[in-house]
């Protein structure tokens, strides 16, 4: 299964992205900041990221 990592930090948006991609039938994780992120991009094999420039912690273009 394909695996979609989503690093949003506004939750009605992630979690809407998240449920598309999950009802499509991808593996999703998400982050509601850059450093979540980076630290589950390490942890997984991730096929996808999705991932919003301004964020808390460790904004976009650092990630």
């Known amino acids: 299964m394909k ?3 989503i690093i949003e930090d506004e939750e009605i948006l992630r979690e809407t992205v998240a449920y598309y ?3 499509e039938g991808y593996e999703v994780l998400t982050a509601e900041d ?3 992120g980076l630290d589950l991009f390490a ?3 991730i ?3 999705i ?3 301004m964020l808390p ?3 976009g273009w650092s990630v």
């Open 3 to 5: 695996k979609v990592l």
């Open 21 to 23: 991609f999950s009802h």
């Open 34 to 36: 850059g450093q979540i």
């Open 43 to 45: 942890a997984h094999e």
């Open 47 to 49: 096929d996808l990221v």
């Open 51 to 53: 991932l919003d420039i």
């Open 57 to 59: 912690a460790v904004d």
